[in-house]
């Protein structure tokens, strides 16, 4: 793997990360907003956030973000 590897001899590679909490949908919002905002696996996202996450914090900078996610059915989806 000579590219990932010349990527983390010249970026970092992160060895010793570990979950916050148990089940990982607390540790996805550790990572967005850096609190644990739930650890229910149901959470539809239907509440709205008190903190800012991430994203909201590159928008405020101008600065362009994409988000890469598998097994959604469609762009945009919401359900």
């Given at each position: ?19 916050d ?26 509440i ?13 900078a ?18």
């Amino acid at each position: 793997m000579p590219y990932l590897n010349g990527l983390a001899a010249k970026y970092g590679l992160a060895t010793q990360y570990y979950a916050d909490v148990h089940p990982s949908i607390g540790n996805y919002f550790m990572l967005t907003t850096g609190k644990i905002e739930t650890i229910d696996d149901a959470f539809t996202g239907t509440i709205p956030l008190s903190d800012d996450t991430i994203v909201e914090e590159l928008v405020k900078a101008n600065k362009s973000w994409r988000c890469y996610a598998e097994s959604l059915p469609s762009v945009g989806y919401l359900g």
